[in-house]
Nanobody, 115 residues
Framework: QVQLVESGGGWVQPGGSLRLSCAASGTIRSIYVMGWYRQAPGKQRELVATIRTGGSTNYADSVKGRFTISRDNAKITIYLQMNSLKPEDTAVYYC?????????WGQGTQVTVSS
């Protein structure tokens, strides 16, 4: 059983920063990619950023230049540094881990950007 535990969400004013963390635990084999997705009220879940085992990254156009994804392979943890936050970044952020066989999700952490 694989568990993903997110932390770091909260409220921030526009232009502010937050750092999300996601720690994976359990029996994990052959991690293919880990990443962050988000879902705003009334909208579909969308990709924010992913990072592969080799370190290559991918970002949604809406966050490029503002968000940075990173990972600590020893701790099986990923991070999302979010800078220059905008109200449209408000959403529940979900951590995701994909292996060759399975797809795992965290419980989500709320990020609210407002003045």
């Amino acid at each position: 059983q694989v568990q993903l535990v997110e932390s770091g969400g909260g409220w921030v004013q526009p232009g502010g920063s937050l750092r999300l963390s996601c720690a994976a635990s359990g029996t994990i084999r052959s991690i293919y990619v880990m990443g962050w997705y988000r879902q705003a009220p009334g909208k579909q879940r969308e990709l924010v950023a992913t990072i592969r085992t080799g370190g290559s990254t991918n970002y949604a156009d809406s966050v490029k230049g503002r968000f940075t994804i990173s990972r600590d392979n020893a701790k099986i943890t990923i991070y999302l540094q979010m800078n220059s936050l905008k109200p449209e970044d408000t959403a529940v952020y979900y951590c995701n881990l994909k292996t060759g066989q399975s797809d795992y999700w965290g419980q989500g952490t709320q990020v609210t950007v407002s003045s």
